[in-house]
């Protein structure tokens, strides 16, 4: 039986990896464990304990002599972890197809009823991009190999970070849907090559949206850096 001690440390990863992902946390947010001791309500032990899982994840670093700071990715690095997540489920899906149990087929079923009643609403983002997440969570689980279950958690901690990114809109959100259907037919039919198939162009999909928008990001940066750099010229004059 785990101690009270290890429950509450996995409790404040798991809080500490939401408020990351939902983007409560911002990007280049350092994060000081006083404050999100008290903030959580716990000691700064368990925080300390879950930033260090974090670091190890990916989705913080520690940077030397200054703590812990959220990931900011660039666009290299997503399009580096989706290679990675490409290589990962596309094996992971065809294992599904092979080994999934009546369970998991339930499963699937629930969590697909439940994402088809979502209307696009912003209200609905957050559930959404955790449905998503849920679905691939159990894809990993179905396929019934601990090793390769234990490498796509990790890229899922991180993938959270982009899913909202990946269904921003009413029309994203129906294709994610649609997509994730036809996962399930597939791997109730047992048909991997199909399922590893579609998983390519699934994740390929959600990459092009992610670059767009991260370009997209970095443009309007770059354009407010540039005006704010001629402002200053202008005023040294």
Known sequence: MRSRATLITQETYALLRDLIVSNRLRAGQKLVDRELAEELGVSRTPIREALGRLAMTGLIEQRARRGYYVCHFTVDQVIDLYEFRKMLETHSIALAARNAKPTHLREFE??????????????????????????????????????????????????MCFVSIEIDDRNALKVAYDEHEQLYEYVKNKDEAGASALMLKHIDNAERTLVQAFEARNALQRSILGSKQKRVAWQDK
Request: charged residues 30%.
């Open 110 to 159: 629930a969590i697909l009823s439940e994402f088809k009643l979502l209307t696009g609403d912003p209200k609905d983002h957050a559930r959404a991009a955790k449905l998503d997440v849920d679905i691939h969570r159990l894809i990993a689980l179905a396929g019934a190999n601990k090793s390769l279950q234990m490498a796509m958690e990790n890229v899922l901690d991180k993938l």
